[in-house]
């Protein structure tokens, strides 16, 4: 598979030095826009078709995106009818399955979304569901400025395969300032974990729930471990997890279960019922005070007209300051679809700096490239921008680049159980035997 899990670590750590710039039922395909031609080459003459485009972008701040991308390729390639093959499901915990069936079946999406590291090598690369794109790279400059070690991150046997549109940070912590002010409540720049227990039991003390968690899809709610797990045991001895020289039940880890089973005590009594954006939500409407997530979360404060550290403010996740939690979103083209060569053009759009400055700010990912106008981005964005070039890197297992897809599965179902009975033993041993099971373990 790709190579060793330390390969992803360290390749993954060199980002940092390299990088100083910078999830809505489908929708109609759009009828063109205003949007300069963008890209290395000379646009190609429009030659008609259809493009289908499949991700999990169905919120209100992911939808608002991705239009800006269908925009940006509907100026260059006007009479392509863009199919937008969305399913509903944050973090694509249903696309998933649905775009797997479609692959066994044959029936192969133009398209789809897609996360470098073990998602794309070990599901799609390996089993011969997407073509390279290496030339590409190299038509369009991209070489230039895409760093190396995210080139690698989707390179096997010296092709790469995937085009990413943006990088999140998934370490996110955000937070309603009028409720926070209303109970004399003030946020630093950092948050440690004793720090927000005192906060939560304030807020809790006074009828406000201290947390939104909308786990209706159970990745949110990995998602909350997942930071929890970082901010417990740092950088290095997290992405010693994923090469088998942390174990899932040394003590750091352990004590990470435990304050996790203290946090969900402060979580709002109607998590289950809510999707990850209406979490989001909740917090704005004043239901709840902090929500843990990646800032695909900034996407709903900007598409509600909020605006940076007036109405919400942010925050790493407590204890995990000095760490960015990397999630990138790109596309592929799917070896035998029914139009690759739009699907080709398609990629070249995405890459471009233009359609990167159009599509991140309104995700709340920065560019992928490292030649974006920081001018063209927010408070929020800059202050990300900062992070990723300044931070150590650290790979998400639950959006599918840390470890493969058996082991988040795994950790899914885990985080299900323990939700429930809060067995800090049992749940150190589930993941131990999977983390055995998918070859990294010790």
């Known amino acids: 598979m790709f190579g060793k899990r330390f390969l992803f670590v360290m390749t993954v750590m060199l980002l940092a030095a390299q990088v100083f710039t910078g999830c809505a039922a489908p929708a109609p395909a759009p009828s063109g826009g205003q949007a300069a031609p963008a890209g290395g080459e000379a646009a190609a003459p429009a030659s008609g078709g259809k493009l289908e485009v ?3 972008w169905t919120s209100g701040g992911e939808a608002a995106a991705l239009q800006a991308l269908f925009d940006a390729y ?7 009818e863009i199919i937008n093959a969305t399913v509903a499901g944050g973090g694509g915990s249903a696309a998933r399955g649905v775009l797997q069936t479609r692959l066994a079946g044959g029936d192969v999406p133009d398209t789809w979304q897609v996360h470098p590291g073990f998602e794309l090598i070990g ?3 390996e089993p011969g569901y997407v073509e390279p794109v290496t030339d590409l790279y ?14 690698t991150m989707m390179t096997k046997d010296g092709e790469i395969y995937q085009v990413t549109v943006g990088v999140h940070r998934g370490n996110g912590f955000w937070y309603n300032k009028q409720l926070l002010a209303d109970n004399g409540i003030e946020v630093g720049d950092t948050l440690s974990v004793d720090e927000f227990i005192a906060i939560a039991d304030q807020l809790k003390a006074a009828g406000v729930t201290p947390l939104c968690v909308g786990d209706s ?11 929890t797990l970082l901010g417990a045991i740092g950088p290095e001895a997290y992405n010693g997890l994923w090469d088998g020289s942390t174990r899932f039940d040394d003590p750091g880890v352990k004590q990470a279960m435990e304050t996790y089973g203290k946090m969900l005590e402060y979580q709002n009594e109607d998590h289950s019922a809510l999707s990850w954006d209406q979490a989001v939500k909740k917090l704005m409407e004043g239901g709840c005070a902090f929500n843990s997530m990646g800032d695909w979360a900034y ?8 605006t940076d550290n007036v109405e919400f403010g942010w925050v790493s996740h407590p204890g995990t300051a000095g760490s960015f939690m990397i999630v990138a979103d ?15 053009n398609w990629l070249k759009v995405i890459g471009s700096k233009e359609a990167q400055e159009a599509f991140n700010p309104l995700k709340g990912s920065i560019c992928a490239r490292t030649d ?5 981005f927010g408070v929020y964005h800059n202050w990300s921008m900062d992070s990723f070039a300044n931070d150590a890197l650290v790979p998400s297992v639950v959006h599918g680049s840390a470890a493969p897809a058996d082991f988040q599965q795994a950790l899914n179902d885990a985080v299900t159980v323990f939700v429930v009975d809060k067995n800090v033993d049992a749940f150190a041993n589930a993941l131990v035997a999977a983390a055995q099971s998918s070859g990294f373990g010790k």
């Open 54 to 56: 499949f991700s999990w």
């Open 299 to 306: 996407g709903e404060f900007v598409n509600a007209g909020l």
């Open 372 to 376: 974006c106008d920081r001018a063209k």
């Open 123 to 125: 599901q799609y690369v």
């Open 138 to 151: 190299e038509a369009e400059g991209w070489n230039d400025v895409v760093p190396e070690a995210l080139r």
């Open 217 to 227: 899809g159970i990745w949110a709610t990995a998602q909350l471990f997942e930071n």
């Open 330 to 344: 790109g596309f592929p083209i799917g070896k035998g679809s029914a139009n690759p060569e739009n699907a080709r």
């Open 74 to 80: 509907s100026a260059q390639y006007p009479d392509v």
